[in-house]
């Protein structure tokens, strides 16, 4: 049997037969369903309002576990593996930030959530801000958490290594290699960093009107403290919260992170 509806699809075969039919509320297993013929990996349970997790660059749906096994008594909660993370399958052409929106709101659709709070990490979080911004309809509340999509500030030594790397794939000799993560990622891949990491989203930060709870690390170097003051000046309806830790804030400063997360989610 197969589903279709539009954009995504469900099959039963050997490969799929472990999708489920219904949304077991009590049921933590990793599903599946299909944007183009690609596998897209989720988790979804618990009932209640619905609060939809989003993962950093290189992370799985299993990022948030602990938030969402703690929030699952009184909200359903959902979490995606993105396109090329996970057990989900790479995209089939370069992505940037708008195809990751649209499939998460395709995974929306899918399970017939019409609005949710969506909470996101680093890269999650410029999706998250994103769907927020054009598709406002579809958000609740909105939880930027290290998240990316400010433009950083460079070093004049950054834009050295990248002329010096231009030169050399003029020159015919591949450039610089970038880091190990970076060679370790498809040519596909490649292609998505480059588009993702180079979205600034400043420009429409002016477009998100949802209440936002921004929480950041005081240590954290990938997205340092800056891109948080930015945030929460220029997203209206935002309060910030500083954790202790680094980028990943939510785990080095965990308890605080869960309490107010939950405070302001029942608000």
């Known amino acids: 049997m197969t589903e279709t509806d539009d954009f995504y699809t469900r099959q039963d075969d050997k490969e799929t037969r472990n999708i489920p039919t219904t949304n077991d509320a009590c049921d933590k297993s990793k599903r599946y369903f299909f944007i183009d013929g690609r596998r897209i990996a989720y988790k979804s349970f618990g009932r209640g309002e619905d609060v939809v997790f989003m993962h950093g660059w290189g992370a799985n749906c299993d990022a948030f576990a602990r938030e969402m096994n703690l929030l699952s008594a009184i909200f359903r909660v959902t979490s995606i593996d993105f396109a090329g993370f996970g057990d989900s399958d790479e995209p089939s052409v370069a992505y940037d930030v708008e195809d990751y929106a649209k499939e998460t709101l395709c ?103 949802c209440e936002t709870a921004i929480f950041w690390g005081d240590k954290d170097n990938q997205t340092p403290l800056y891109m948080y003051e930015h945030l929460k000046t220029h997203i209206k309806n935002s309060q910030g919260f500083v954790l202790h830790g680094g980028h990943f804030s939510y785990l080095e400063d965990a308890y605080a992170f869960d309490a107010i997360l939950k405070a302001f989610l029942k608000e």
């Open 107 to 209: 995974l929306l659709d899918y399970l017939g959530i019409k609005k949710a709070t969506l909470v996101g990490h680093s890269f999650g979080g410029r999706v998250a801000i994103y769907i927020s911004a054009f598709h406002k309809q579809r958000v609740e509340k909105l939880v930027l958490v290290d998240s990316a999509g400010v433009k950083p500030r460079r070093k004049p030594s950054y834009y050295v290594k990248v002329a010096v790397h231009k030169i050399l794939k003029k020159l015919g000799k591949g450039g610089l290699k970038g880091s190990t993560d970076y060679r370790s990622l498809s040519e596909n891949m490649k292609k998505t960093f480059v588009k993702v990491v180079n979205c600034d989203e400043r420009p429409i930060l002016k477009y998100i009107d």
